[in-house]
């Protein structure tokens, strides 16, 4: 499924419909270029699970979790892990537990594995606000 959005607020909208239907131990991978509206998308999910706090990409750890709405809400970055050693594979499940939804920016690192793939999300620019949005 793809759809073209034409603000931040749209691709919120996008994510809240995903999250909408996700449970605990689902993991949702967020890929798409720098500013294409990742941290966006996982905004707007970690609200409508009730997240209230900022959600910001995480700067000085791979990760963060937020309390939402009876669930906690993890949210990794991998940009500066430019490959995952013998240990890190432990570090992630550490955040991305079965008991939380977890979303994940930069999936694409060597040497990451994710269990339980509940969707991944494809952001493009299209020029100005315009994005579009794939969820698969
Ligand atoms: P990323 O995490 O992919 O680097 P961010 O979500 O941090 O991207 O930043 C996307 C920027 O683009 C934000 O400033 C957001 O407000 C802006 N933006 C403008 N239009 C859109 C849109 N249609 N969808 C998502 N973000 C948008
Ligand atoms: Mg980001």
């Known amino acids: 499924m793809h759809t073209e959005t034409e603000s931040a607020e749209q691709t919120e909208d996008v994510a809240a419909e995903l999250a909408a239907r996700l449970g605990r131990g689902d993991v949702v991978l967020v890929s798409g270029d720098l500013g294409s509206g990742k941290t966006t998308f996982v905004r707007g999910a970690a609200r409508a699970l009730g997240v209230e706090g900022a959600v910001t990409s995480p700067t000085f750890t791979i990760g963060q979790v937020y309390a939402g709405r009876g669930l906690e809400v993890a949210h990794l970055d991998l940009y500066r892990l430019p490959t995952l050693g013998a240990e890190d594979p432990a570090l992630l499940e550490d955040y991305l537990t079965s008991d939380r939804i977890g979303f994940v920016e930069w999936p694409g690192t060597p040497g990451a594995a994710f ?11 299209l020029g100005g606000d315009r994005r579009r949005v794939e969820v698969e």
């Open 115 to 125: 269990e339980r793939v509940a969707a991944r999300v494809r952001l493009e620019h």
